[in-house]
């Protein structure tokens, strides 16, 4: 049933992308947790994690097992097992005594009912229930880190198509502005004020940037398509047609500041996940110990047998005195096990999960270390590229005034095109490095939020 509803909303929800036309940000992270490729599979490998944990309760649950044995016996060995109670019926005696349930007949059926239970095997069985809750806790914790990945993700892809739709406007722009060099070159030339290299220049200029365009579009509707694919939607034929949020808004986003960046690794999901496994690991020790330690099981069967002479499948479970039916047999009891010598196994065993422990220890303090180096190697260039955001924002409307400045000059006749069409470059260069810049500025942010646990969907 949830698999149905989790297939049907995916579908509502892809339709609906499909169709709105606008993705916000926030709407792309909702799906990508939600369902999304990563999501879907992490949601199925939730309910395997569960059932292996009841997997594991079951196993200090009693067994109750139903027998049914069917054997039939050749003459010469039926005969020879009844040569005694023969003998018995035949002394004067015992007449009158029923040897008939203790004789062997040539047809035989047990029916037979048997219960174990566990009672105590060293402590196994317990702390194969802990490993099993200690595990799914940890699933949960990997499971959020997941989840978090997803968005980081999403919010990657989405920066990238945003970057790559502003760079496209970028090429636009600067083909629009040599469209209109060219037709005011083309009003020069006839008048006779500028050579014809000039026009022909501009002429060249106008391919060029028409190239650039096509490009720029190709490089936007791949990076559509592949956040479409991060968030777990098959791109269609109309996704080229769909568009993102305004670059103003996420302009607004980078001027609310720094956020605050003196938290500690304590609440990553991953470290907190590698410290369950430790715990796993001492626990592993405790089992191997119960190895040395004596178990107790109870038990309990309860059978019968019928017998007879001929066989006759209508009469098998007939209650007529066709059938002997033999005295019920019920067993009950206690088994106790001491381990006393297996070749050195419980010991081997013991030094191998104390060294694992140990290893896993070790495994933790590393990635401890590594997380507080991470953690300030993304505080430190996030503060970095906040400034350098700022610096590309400065630059960019420096050369948009020199690019203002140097076009009245060149329409004067006071500069040459090839200063002219620097400066231009340089424009262009400087507008999309501070998309850039913004951009990644946002993304060490999110960086940052993931590696101590707190990256939420966009609100």
Same mark, same amino acid.
């Given at each position: 049933?949830?698999?149905?509803?989790?297939?049907?909303?995916?579908?509502?929800?892809?339709?609906?992308?499909?169709?709105a036309?606008?993705?916000?940000?926030?709407?792309?992270?909702?799906?990508?947790?939600?369902?999304?490729?990563?999501?879907?599979?992490?949601?199925?490998?939730?309910?395997?994690?569960?059932?292996?944990?009841?997997?594991?309760?079951?196993?200090?649950? $009693?067994?109750?097992?139903y027998?049914?044995?069917f054997?039939?016996?050749?003459?010469?060995?039926?005969?020879?097992? !009844?040569i005694?109670?023969?003998?018995?019926?035949n %002394?004067?005696?015992l007449?009158?005594?029923?040897?008939?349930?203790?004789?062997?007949?040539?047809?035989?059926?047990?029916?037979?009912i %048997?219960l174990?239970?566990?009672?105590?095997?060293?402590?196994?069985?317990?702390?194969?229930?802990?490993?099993?809750?200690?595990?799914?806790?940890?699933?949960?914790?990997?499971?959020?880190?997941?989840? &978090?990945?997803?968005?980081?993700?999403?919010?990657?892809?989405? +920066?990238d198509?945003?970057?790559?739709?502003?760079?496209?406007?970028?090429?636009?722009?600067?083909?629009?502005w040599?469209?209109?060099?060219?037709?005011?070159?083309?009003?020069?030339?006839?008048?006779?004020?500028?050579? /014809?290299?000039?026009?022909?220049?501009?002429?060249?200029?106008?391919l060029?940037?028409?190239?650039?365009?096509?490009?720029?579009?190709?490089?936007?509707?791949?990076?559509?398509?592949?956040?479409?694919?991060?968030?777990?939607?098959?791109?269609?034929?109309?996704?080229?047609?769909?568009?993102?949020? *305004?670059?103003?808004?996420?302009?607004?986003?980078?001027k609310?500041?720094?956020?605050?960046?003196?938290? %500690?690794?304590?609440?990553?999901? &991953?470290?907190? #996940?590698?410290?369950?496994?430790?715990?796993?690991?001492?626990?592993?020790?405790r089992?191997? =110990?119960?190895?040395?330690? $004596?178990?107790?099981?109870?038990?309990c069967?309860?059978?019968?047998?019928n017998?007879?002479?001929?066989?006759?499948?209508?009469?098998?479970?007939?209650?007529?005195?066709?059938?002997?039916?033999? $005295? /019920? !047999?019920?067993?009950?009891?206690?088994?106790?096990?001491? $381990?006393?010598?297996?070749? +050195?196994?419980? %010991?081997?065993?013991?030094?191998? #999960?104390?060294?694992?422990?140990?290893?896993?220890?070790?495994?933790?303090?590393?990635?401890?270390?590594?997380?507080?180096?991470?953690?300030?190697?993304?505080?430190?260039?996030?503060?970095?590229?906040?400034?350098?955001?700022?610096?590309?924002?400065?630059?960019? *409307?420096?050369?948009?005034?020199?690019?203002?400045?140097?076009q009245?000059?060149?329409n004067?006749?006071?500069? !040459?095109?090839?200063?002219?069409l620097?400066?231009?470059?340089?424009? #262009? &260069?400087?507008?999309?490095?501070? =998309?850039?810049?913004?951009?990644?500025?946002?993304?060490?942010?999110?960086?940052?939020?993931k590696?101590?646990?707190?990256?939420?969907?966009?609100?």
């Amino acid at each position: 049933m949830k698999k149905c509803i989790l297939l049907w909303t995916f579908l509502l929800l892809g339709m609906h992308i499909l169709h709105a036309k606008v993705l916000t940000l926030s709407e792309a992270e909702n799906i990508a947790i939600s369902t999304g490729f990563e999501a879907r599979r992490k949601y199925y490998e939730e309910q395997v994690k569960e059932w292996e944990k009841r997997e594991v309760l079951s196993g200090y649950l $009693p067994k109750i097992d139903y027998n049914i044995n069917f054997t039939r016996f050749d003459d010469s060995t039926v005969q020879n097992a !009844n040569i005694a109670f023969d003998m018995l019926e035949n %002394s004067p005696m015992l007449q009158g005594v029923d040897f008939k349930s203790s004789k062997m007949y040539k047809n035989s059926l047990t029916n037979e009912i %048997s219960l174990s239970q566990p009672l105590y095997n060293g402590g196994i069985e317990i702390s194969a229930i802990k490993i099993a809750y200690i595990m799914k806790k940890a699933f949960k914790l990997q499971q959020e880190e997941s989840r &978090q990945g997803d968005i980081f993700n999403t919010r990657k892809a989405y +920066f990238d198509a945003l970057a790559a739709i502003e760079r496209t406007k970028v090429v636009k722009q600067s083909l629009g502005w040599t469209k209109q060099n060219l037709h005011n070159a083309n009003t020069k030339y006839a008048a006779g004020s500028i050579p /014809k290299t000039d026009l022909l220049q501009w002429e060249a200029e106008v391919l060029q940037k028409e190239s650039e365009v096509l490009e720029a579009k190709a490089f936007e509707e791949f990076l559509i398509m592949s956040l479409l694919q991060a968030i777990g939607i098959p791109p269609a034929e109309n996704s080229s047609l769909l568009s993102l949020q *305004e670059f103003d808004l996420f302009e607004n986003w980078y001027k609310k500041g720094l956020i605050d960046t003196d938290d %500690s690794i304590a609440s990553n999901y &991953q470290l907190q #996940s590698i410290k369950l496994y430790t715990q796993v690991a001492e626990v592993n020790k405790r089992i191997a =110990i119960g190895a040395f330690l $004596p178990k107790l099981n109870a038990f309990c069967t309860y059978s019968r047998d019928n017998g007879w002479e001929h066989f006759n499948l209508e009469k098998m479970f007939d209650k007529s005195d066709y059938i002997i039916q033999k $005295p /019920k !047999n019920v067993t009950a009891g206690l088994t106790l096990t001491v $381990p006393l010598f297996h070749g +050195f196994k419980n %010991s081997i065993g013991y030094k191998k #999960s104390n060294y694992e422990y140990l290893k896993i220890m070790t495994e933790e303090k590393k990635v401890e270390s590594q997380l507080r180096v991470n953690l300030k190697r993304i505080a430190l260039f996030y503060k970095a590229s906040y400034q350098g955001a700022k610096a590309a924002k400065k630059q960019q *409307e420096l050369m948009e005034r020199q690019l203002d400045i140097m076009q009245k000059r060149y329409n004067g006749g006071l500069v !040459n095109q090839s200063q002219l069409l620097e400066v231009s470059l340089g424009a #262009s &260069q400087t507008r999309i490095n501070y =998309i850039q810049k913004l951009f990644e500025c946002l993304l060490y942010e999110a960086e940052y939020l993931k590696t101590i646990g707190k990256l939420e969907v966009t609100q």
